[in-house]
Every structure is written in C-alpha cells, then in structure tokens.
C-alpha cells in the first residue's frame, strides 16, 4: 500500500479523476482504486477542499462527491487531437495565473507552448482586474510565442485573438458571440472571454508575447462575483461544453489567424474584425483614467486603433488601458 505522504498531488489527480462523475463513492472504494488507506484518502479529500477549491458533499454511509460532476481537462487528449496545433499544452490543476506559469516556463521551455489550469488563485484580467477563475469550470490557456523581429509585428495581435475565440466559440453554437474593443468577447452585452497579452524579454530585442485567454464555458449564473455582467457558454446553450475540445478548437482558431496575422497583418484582417464589432456605429464613451470622450465608432485602423467620430471629426486612439462604454448605458 502506497504511503499516504508519497500521495500528494498525484494521489489528489486520481482522487479527482474517480470523483469527476458526480456521484457518490465510499471511501473505502476510493482508498480500494488508488491503493491507500482510508485515512490517506480522507487527508487528500480534504486537501482538494483546501488546495483546489473542489466542493465535496460527505453523506455517511454513502460516502463522497463532488458538488458538480466535472469533466478534467487531459494534456493527453488535447494534444494527440486531430489538427491539434503545432504547439504542446500542458494542464496544471492549480495555478497562481497561467500567464505568470508560462513566463516562469521560459526558462525551462521553448516556445511555442501553451499552459492551461484547472483553477487559478490569482487569475490577471487588464487594467489591473482579477479574473475569477474556479476550479474544474472554465478555460485559461496562455500561449507563448517568441517575438524576434520587433513589437511593431503585433500591431493588432490582441484584436486578431479576439477573432480566433470568436470562430471557436461560434463553431459549438454560440450565435450570438461578437467583438467590442479592444479585446473583449461578448453575447449580448455579457462577458464571455477576455484577452491579457504580457510581454517578457526586451521589446527591442528578442522577446516573448504571452497571449492569455480566459473563457468562461461552464461557471453558472449566481455563484461567482463578477464586477460586471457576464455570460457562459454553457448559459448561451444550455448544455455544458466539453472543455478538452474547447481548448483543442481555440488552438487551432488562435494558429490559424496568428498565421494569416504574420502574413497580411493586421490591416488583412481589418475588415473581419470590423463585421464582428458589435459596436460599431454606436454612440460611446471612451474611458481613459478619468476622462471620457463621447464619439461614435467608426471603425478600427491598420494599427488596431478605434477611430471614433468626435464632433464630427475623426480622432484615432489607441492603449490598453482604453475602453468604451455605450452611451446608453453610462
Ligand atoms: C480581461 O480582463 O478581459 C482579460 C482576462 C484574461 C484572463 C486570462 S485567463 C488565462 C490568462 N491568465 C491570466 O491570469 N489571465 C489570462
């Protein structure tokens, strides 16, 4: 029998892996599978609880389950998927934030590589926001690229990603998903993904771009508090989505239009991300620490900036820490 104190991590996987179905399983059993004591067992059971964030019901004389039947993500799975993209995906069950995990990975990895978690403790959104990010219910994947003729060639990269989540999410039936400027992804006005793009290196000599993407697919409405509104795509169809085939499918979207990116540019792709902005023509704010200038959109240019008609001239704005708000709704 293994020695509870060689269990940890591994054991708590496995654990996880025979829990996943929902249903209940005495401890006994579950020691059974794994080859541990009962007692090991219960130590890791509660280590899930602690380390994870995993809720369990205890129900005696039944045994254990998970509050929610989940689906793991599998390393295994994603990667050996027909038309996977050429970069390998490794799957962490816990996590700070998977872009810290990918940059701390340079040193040891050579990109490409993407990082997915199962949770992340400590999950970045822009403008210095937390991006809530529970255990076993969403998709965070930071892919890292290497960037070795300068940072003019992303000009308009983080827009581009945002066209690649729009086509994966769409391909499992999400109609309604769009753009909004810069980089957010949205069905009718909710939330749905977000983008964080980090560098790491020096922008003037070879560096590394970490595209961070969060994707909220099975979180339900009522249990997670989000400062603003937002939707999943379990919501949107009403049935959950397998999260393997989710990342498999954003892998190939984010390879696809990154390869069009580096060949045509972002200028190439201008016109598509304009037809998927549900904002344009619209009456907005534009919010940059404590102004805000009124315009309508007019469109993006071949930099990835908004041009905004403003008083009835065209002004070109460009920044991170820029985002629009509907006049409608300030
Ligand atoms: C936003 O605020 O809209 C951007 C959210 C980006 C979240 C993703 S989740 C994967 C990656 N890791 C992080 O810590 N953030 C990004």
Redesign the pocket.
């Known amino acids: 029998m293994m020695r509870a104190s060689s269990c940890v991590g591994h054991c708590m996987l496995s654990l996880l892996k025979l829990l996943q179905d929902g249903r209940f399983h005495s401890g006994e059993a579950l020691g059974a599978s794994l080859g541990v004591s009962r007692a090991a067992v219960w130590k890791q059971l509660q280590a899930l609880e602690a380390d994870y964030g995993v809720v369990l019901h205890r129900v005696r004389g039944r045994g254990y389950r998970l509050e929610q039947p989940v689906l793991l993500l599998d390393a295994k799975q994603i990667n050996a998927a027909e038309n996977a993209p050429g970069w390998p995906v490794s799957v962490l069950p816990t996590t700070?934030?998977?872009?810290?995990e990918?940059m701390r990975r340079l040193a040891l990895e050579s990109p490409p590589f993407a990082v997915?978690?199962e949770r992340?403790t400590?999950?970045?959104?822009?403008?210095g926001?937390a991006?809530v990010?529970p255990f076993g219910e969403?998709?965070?994947?930071?892919l890292v690229l290497r960037v070795d003729s300068g940072v003019a060639q992303l000009e308009g990269v983080s827009l581009v990603v945002g066209l690649a989540i729009a086509q994966a999410v769409r391909s499992f039936g999400v109609e309604r998903v769009g753009l909004k400027w810069p980089?957010?992804v949205l069905v009718g006005g909710r939330?749905l993904?977000?983008?964080?793009l980090e560098l790491s290196g020096d922008p003037a000599d070879v560096c590394h771009l970490?595209i961070?993407?969060?994707?909220n697919v099975n979180m339900s409405q009522g249990c997670q508090p989000i400062d603003q509104p937002w939707t999943s795509m379990r919501t949107e169809l009403g049935v959950p989505v397998d999260r393997n085939c989710l990342a498999v499918v954003l892998g190939q979207q984010l390879e696809h239009y990154l390869a069009l990116h580096s060949e045509v540019g972002f200028a190439g792709l201008m016109a598509e991300w304009e037809a998927n902005h549900l904002w344009q023509g619209r009456e907005v704010h534009l919010h940059a620490a404590d102004n805000a200038i009124a315009g309508v959109v007019l469109g993006v240019n071949a930099t990835g900036a908004i041009r905004l008609s403003v008083d009835g001239q065209e002004r070109v704005f460009s920044g991170g820490e820029l985002s629009l708000r509907l006049c409608d709704d300030s």
């Not at 400590?122 to 403008?127: D, L, M, T, V």
């Not at 969403?138 to 930071?142: E, F, H, K």
């Open positions: 700070d934030s998977t872009n810290a990918a997915t978690a992340q400590a999950g970045r959104g822009r403008r926001r991006w990010s969403n998709l965070y994947y930071s980089n957010d939330k993904a977000g983008i964080l970490i961070g993407v969060g994707v």
